[in-house]
Nanobody, 122 residues
Framework: QVQLAESGGGLVQAGGSLRLSCTAS????????MGWGRQAPKKARDLVASITLGGITNYVDSVKGRFTISRDNAKNTVDLLMNSLGPEDTGVYYC????????????????WGQGTQVTVSS
């Protein structure tokens, strides 16, 4: 019912920057929280950045000061600007959203995208 489409991953050298973007689509009535998760090889997925409908942001300590999350509520999009990237930031980045779908009836949803690969070379 809700699809999340990510873009912007790729290969970058250490110290470089990347911007990830995600658009939520489908029978959306409202999107509450949005965020980005990261899954490094052989590790569990962690939510590294999130943002509420009102714009309150939260980051894990390892990305604070380097990553910036933002959203456009009118377009149901969320971006993640990643600066000063290091090899430890390598992984698959997944977009996350939760909220309410409007069809066939109001129902809560929470969804993850398919992921986009980010590789940081040293």
């Amino acid at each position: 019912q809700v699809q999340l489409a990510e873009s912007g991953g790729g290969l970058v050298q250490a110290g470089g920057s990347l911007r990830l973007s995600c658009t939520a689509s489908g029978s959306i009535f409202a999107v509450n929280n949005m965020g980005w998760g990261r899954q490094a090889p052989k590790k569990a997925r962690d939510l590294v950045a999130s943002i509420t409908l009102g714009g309150i942001t939260n980051y894990v300590d390892s990305v604070k000061g380097r990553f910036t999350i933002s959203r456009d509520n009118a377009k149901n999009t969320v971006d993640l600007l990643m600066n000063s990237l290091g090899p430890e930031d390598t992984g698959v980045y997944y977009c996350y959203a939760d909220g309410v779908v409007g069809s066939p009836q109001l129902t809560d949803f929470s969804s993850w995208g398919q992921g986009t690969q980010v590789t940081v070379s040293s």
